[in-house]
């Protein structure tokens, strides 16, 4: 059975990209323009996270950083692994301290995302 990843980009073209490649590599892949899908995360069940840091609409909602401390603070979706995608110098910080399990900066080559999601999902 493949591993599911739900995609969390406000880009489309970014996230269209990555849905792409990764259905690619057999993955099923669900993808969302914003984090209102978390509410659903329960029912969706994902072996991972693509999170990017910065959504459009995070004025009303949490950032990346947020998001993901949220996810790995719940004992039900502690153990799913989240990468924050984003193109901010800090990530690495951003990454940390939202306790994600890893970290992508923008632009991103195709071949540094199936390695980072490969990595995560063994």
């Known amino acids: 059975m493949a591993k599911k990843i739900l ?4 880009d489309k073209d970014i996230r269209e990209s990555i849905v792409y490649v990764l ?3 057999n993955y099923e892949v669900i993808s969302s323009e914003d984090s209102k899908i978390l509410k659903s995360i329960n029912e969706i069940k994902p072996d991972m996270v693509l999170l990017d840091n910065w959504l459009t609409e995070w004025k009303s909602d949490a950032n990346g950083e947020q ?3 949220q996810l790995k603070s ?14 901010v110098s800090n ?3 951003i990454a940390k301290a939202g306790l994600a399990d890893a970290y ?3 632009p991103f080559d195709l071949t540094e995302l199936t ?3 490969e990595k995560h999902l063994k």
């Open 104 to 106: 992508l900066k923008k």
């Open 7 to 10: 995609v969390i980009e406000d």
């Open 67 to 69: 998001l993901s401390r």
């Open 74 to 87: 719940d004992p039900a979706t502690s153990h799913i692994p989240v990468i924050i995608i984003s193109a």
């Open 91 to 93: 990530i690495k910080e």
């Open 115 to 117: 390695d980072i999601v």
């Open 23 to 25: 259905e690619e590599e």
